[in-house]
């Protein structure tokens, strides 16, 4: 079998080397505009060889598509056009309503798996890539009934084998919940990294007081600007929606500082403590 990669990056790369540990033999083939990451991705055994895109669509079974969201929904209709019957692809992309939307006015909707591992760090390109980044994490699948037998099958033995647990949403779900839980963490940890480096202009020893708790919080700041814009724009509506929530308990926080409402304070505080509970159940599933 062979499997080719359309942008070799965290996601895509970590998915060729946790399924090398189950299938050595599989030969994996990469696509990348970027030289860099050829070689990176060649020298790493992520794959054995880069092809064209075309290339790679006539002799691949399975195309997964690990690219940008804004670079999936301009390959994917023409990856459809020219996909040979029986073969695959997935797409591994943050945001789904757009993308499935447009994979259902192709005949070849069938064709196609839209996927959503939920994993990653806060680095990127093929470099950053390991097999183990996979394991016991949750991957999302949309539209599951659109999908053919043989597509889903395949996508979904893969899947596990790399160590995924699979779930399963409609693309309006998946980007109203992912608004809330993944993408608005981001851009508060962007937002907090821009208020830090516009203060360390004048106070250059708050970096020297900056704590782990600090460190990981901004963590996510350190994230692929040409990764997430266009998640952002992808999703906006639903994106707009939890920055105003987020927005608005801000205002609250800022309200009992200044009025030295404690009481405030503390109640904001205990609810927040809640999320515990929540994580904590969800990491016994």
């Known amino acids: ?29 990469g696509v990348d505009n970027s030289a860099v990451n050829q070689k990176i991705a060649l020298a790493k055994g992520i794959v054995d060889e880069i092809l ?3 290339e790679a669509l006539q002799v691949a079974e ?12 301009k390959l994917l209709p023409y990856m459809l056009d020219h996909l040979p019957d029986g073969r695959t692809i997935t797409d ?10 447009l994979a259902d006015k192709h005949p070849k909707r069938g064709q196609f798996v839209a996927a959503h591992p939920m994993a990653g760090t806060e ?5 950053a890539a390991f097999k183990e980044l996979l394991i016991d994490k949750n991957v999302i699948i949309c539209d ?9 099958g395949l996508v979904e033995t893969f899947l596990r084998d790399v160590g995924m647990r699979i779930h399963y949403m409609k693309p309006v779900e998946h980007d109203l919940h992912l608004a809330y839980v993944s993408h608005l963490s981001h851009i508060s940890s962007f937002a907090l990294g821009m208020t830090v480096l516009d203060k360390e202009r004048d106070e250059r020893a708050i970096f020297d007081m900056a704590s782990t708790g600090f460190s990981s919080t901004v963590r996510l700041a350190k994230s692929s600007p040409q990764m997430w814009a266009p998640i952002f724009d992808q999703n906006k509506k ?9 927005i608005e308990l801000l205002k609250k926080f800022k309200e009992a500082i ?20 929540v994580l904590a159940g969800i990491e016994k599933k």
């Open 1 to 29: 079998m062979i499997i080719s990669i359309i942008g070799v990056g965290l996601l895509g790369g970590s998915f060729a080397l946790g399924l090398r540990e189950k299938y050595p033999h599989v030969k994996f083939v």
């Open 52 to 54: 064209t895109l075309d």
């Open 62 to 73: 399975l195309n997964v598509l690990a690219t940008p969201v804004d670079a999936i929904t």
């Open 92 to 101: 591994l992309g943050s945001t789904k309503e757009l993308i499935c939307k």
């Open 123 to 127: 680095n990127s390109g093929p470099g």
């Open 144 to 152: 599951k009934e659109k999908s053919n037998p043989d597509s889903i």
């Open 238 to 246: 639903n994106v707009s929606k939890a920055l105003g929530d987020y």
């Open 258 to 277: 200044d009025g030295r409402d404690m009481d405030a304070s503390l109640s904001y505080m205990a609810r927040a403590n809640d999320i515990g509970r």
